[in-house]
């Protein structure tokens, strides 16, 4: 996947002291090829390179910092920017506020119809209609019908009629009527762009006067799916895309190229056919998901298998009543090093990964610190508060460590219960115990 190829251009920058206009050339061939191969459009994808190349090449490398993570810096934002800096949000300020989807068959119209209905009614508390605008199969109507009734959403048909235009305008009126104030309009595809729909979908455009057209379309069909969004745009002029089929291992150069080519914003992205598998689209986290540099939800996912509720609470407690000791201290460590490596963790918490990617952090920071720790009786482990100069020296020899770094613990693990009541997550335990900021 992208991911792999990425990691793979930027082995070629691994080991070289700073960014030179060499290194970075062959590192952007590298990355254009993995775009492409992710399916980013050409024009994209060497606008996107040169780019970066220019920020890299402008900046002071220092010498904590290496080239490739300099890199990844760099490309994070531009790709976030590439994909529109930031969420765009519906525009559902008008009463009744009509949503017309589009889109080839087969990319999700109906699909996304339902899962529209069902996150503006639980999550943004609007009180939506769909309408069957795809009149020409009546499987088509059912499969809207299903969907209505799974998401407890009305739905307004026609069985009769065979025109779309009017079925559309009827479904506008009875959410007046009715006081909807959301209509969301499904409507035909074709197999291909061709002029009759074009034409069926304008003309249900020019009926209804919707205020959002989402185009939507499926991530899957990769180079095609940027074909398409412009044939789409050029007719319809819509105000935001939807990518469908963003599940499993599909390639994410739809995301990055749309925006570029139509400069229009990606507004939600369907990740299963189950009517929850909607998100909104967020530029910013869909960048650091392409790049491995920090997704907050597979983080708190991790973090949830590793940690028992039951513990966490009894912790909670300790640290309340300042009883954390070095027997808690130990656990942590290993709840820790049980949830995978530790930068990559650290990494996926916002902010923490730009402050620790000069630090070495790893599995065998632990074994000091542990050793240290086993070392200690058990009383000193439940009284760290007793543990004086003479037993600091014991500890030490017995650890195998020195003085200094029994004390240095000691220190870290006395400022680390003083801020643990505001900070009792392992990731930011983590953070103290190395002395990061
Ligand atoms: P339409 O012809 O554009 O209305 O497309 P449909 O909504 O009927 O969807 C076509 C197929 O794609 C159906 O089998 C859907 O279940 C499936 N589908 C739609 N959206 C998604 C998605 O986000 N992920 C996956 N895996 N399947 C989807
Ligand atoms: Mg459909």
């Known amino acids: 996947n992208l991911q792999d190829k990425l990691d793979r251009a930027f082995k070629v920058l691994k080991g070289q002291g700073n960014i030179t206009e060499i290194n970075v050339a ?3 061939k590298e990355i254009r090829k993995a775009l492409l191969d992710a399916d980013v459009n050409y024009k994209t994808a060497k606008a996107f390179t040169d780019e970066v190349k220019q920020k890299a090449l402008g900046q002071n490398v220092l010498t904590s910092i290496s ?8 490309m994070n934002d531009e790709l976030t920017a590439l994909m529109g800096g930031s969420a765009t949000d519906l525009d559902l300020s008008k009463n009744p506020t009509v949503i017309l989807i589009a889109g080839l068959n087969g990319a999700g119209k ?10 503006l009614k639980e999550k943004r508390g609007r009180k939506p209609l769909l309408v069957a605008g795809d009149v020409y199969r009546p499987a088509a109507i059912d499969q809207l019908e299903v969907l209505a009734q799974q998401v407890d959403v009305p739905v307004y048909t026609n069985r009769e009629s065979k025109d779309p235009i009017g079925i559309a305008q009827a479904g506008v009126t ?7 104030n959301v209509v969301i309009v499904d409507t035909a595809g074709r197999l291909a762009i061709d002029e009759a729909l074009m034409n069926e979908i304008s003309a249900v455009k020019d009926a209804t006067q ?28 819509f105000t935001g895309a939807v990518l469908t089929k963003l599940d499993g291992d599909t390639r994410g150069g739809a995301a990055l190229s749309i925006k570029s080519v139509v400069n229009k914003p990606i507004k939600f992205i369907g990740t299963g056919e189950k009517m929850d598998a909607l998100d909104v689209f967020h530029p910013d986290r869909m960048a650091s998901r392409i790049l491995g540099m920090g997704d907050v939800v597979s983080l708190v996912e991790r973090a949830q298998q590793q940690f028992d509720e039951k513990e966490a609470a009894e912790l909670q407690r300790k640290i309340r009543k300042n009883k954390f000791d070095f027997n808690d201290f130990k656990n942590q460590i290993q709840q820790i090093k049980k949830m995978g ?18 630090v070495d952090i790893d599995d065998d920071a632990f074994k000091p610190i542990e050793a240290i720790i086993n070392s200690m009786t058990p009383y000193e482990r439940e009284n760290p508060d007793a543990i004086d100069q003479k037993r600091r020296a014991r500890i030490a020899k017995g650890s195998g460590t020195d003085l ?10 006395g400022d680390m219960r003083k801020v643990m009541k505001q900070m009792s997550n392992p990731a930011a335990m983590a953070r103290m115990m190395r002395g990061a900021p």
């Open 26 to 28: 062959e590192t952007m």
């Open 67 to 74: 080239p490739g993570q300099l890199l990844t810096k760099i």
């Open 110 to 119: 109906t699909t996304f119809s339902g899962k529209l209905a069902k996150y």
């Open 174 to 180: 009875e959410a007046k009527q009715k006081g909807y």
């Open 210 to 237: 919707p205020h959002e057209i989402l185009f939507v379309v499926d991530a899957m069909t990769g180079q095609d799916a940027v074909n398409t969004a412009k044939a789409f745009n050029d007719r319809l002029d």
């Open 341 to 358: 490596n530790m930068k990559d963790l650290m990494g996926m918490i916002p902010g923490v990964g730009k402050a620790i990617k000069d």
């Open 404 to 413: 200094v770094e029994v004390n240095k613990l000691m220190k870290q693990f």
